[in-house]
């Protein structure tokens, strides 16, 4: 490409810059720190795709426009810089210290989170906590179908965020709660847990096992070829894929493996390493859906009453008062930004 020719200063009002100078920044030079942001391989679905070109584009445009309106070019980092700094100031109980992966989040958090979504008061989530201190995590990749190792997206930090993002991906799976509930208890007061109510449910004809369905698609199959009888445990039935029947090292029959390509637990890819699903759903939750939480949280907690304890009233107010503090602080943020854009070319 050609170097751009030197050209007397442009003058273009900031709000000028802001509405239209960016709409038509594709049509800037492209300046060589720009050259310099790596452009997204294509991984073939849409989903994660197109995204994360319209991040590249948006990258891009900025830095181009901030190169060849040089004279705006520090009112727009601290406006930018402005607007992050409101979004990242938050009280302790609107941000996790740091997010990692999803077996990371933060442990109560987590528990508050499932017990809500398996219809459990707390103090029951508890129980099952202390009988195995990985309960809540397991219950989590269930019913997200993901990897305990997948990366969250750096947003998450903010919870209401995190739990908009799982909410979509729980929906995007086909809400598996939901059947794993119509089946019964899943959670017993004492915090014991039953497993067998998880993702895949046996069924037996005489001594052998004759069906296997996959819960969350009802997806039946026949197993009686496999000779599988009673002495075979049910292991993992929190897992699509580590699920099995398991009698020693040597007779073991992962459960995935009944199923054909593309039905039951093949249905839905499930999300590890990296994540870059979870970061697509991220993307696309809008400051006004994250102004809507607020009214969630109120219909969930309606919804929870019916078997919380009078210990878990408090615990619930407390949450509803960190997000209605949330949802006050992004109005703050968005009437902000639209200040600065109508006093932008005074």
Known sequence: MAPRKASAPVQVSPTAL?????????????????????????????????????????????????????????????????L??????????????TVATMGQLDPHWVATYVAEKMQVHDSTMKSAKEKDPKVHYNILGCLTHSSLGAKMPAQCIVKERCRLTLDERIREVGNRHVAFLADGVLINPNGTVNWGKFVYKAEFKGPKLAFVTHRPTKTKVDVLKYNIDASYELRKNWSDKL?????NEVQRYPCHTFFSAQTGPHLHEAVVGKAARLQAITDGIQVAELKSTADVA????????????????AVERCTKRAREALKARMEEVAKGQAATFSSGGD
């Open 298 to 313: 109120a219909e969930s907690a309606e919804a929870k009453r019916k078997f919380m304890q009078p210990s878990d009233v």
């Open 18 to 82: 802001g509405r239209k100078g960016l709409q038509s920044a594709k049509n800037l030079p492209m300046c060589s720190l720009a050259t310099k942001i790596t452009k997204p391989q294509k991984t073939g679905d849409a989903a994660v795709d197109i995204p994360a070109n319209t991040r590249y584009t948006q990258y891009v445009d900025a830095v181009n426009t901030l190169d060849y309106f040089s004279q705006f070019r520090q009112e727009a980092i601290d406006f930018v810089f402005g």
């Open 243 to 247: 699920a099995e029947f398991f009698l």
């Open 84 to 97: 992050a700094e409101k979004e990242t100031t938050l009280a302790a109980d609107d941000a996790f210290p």
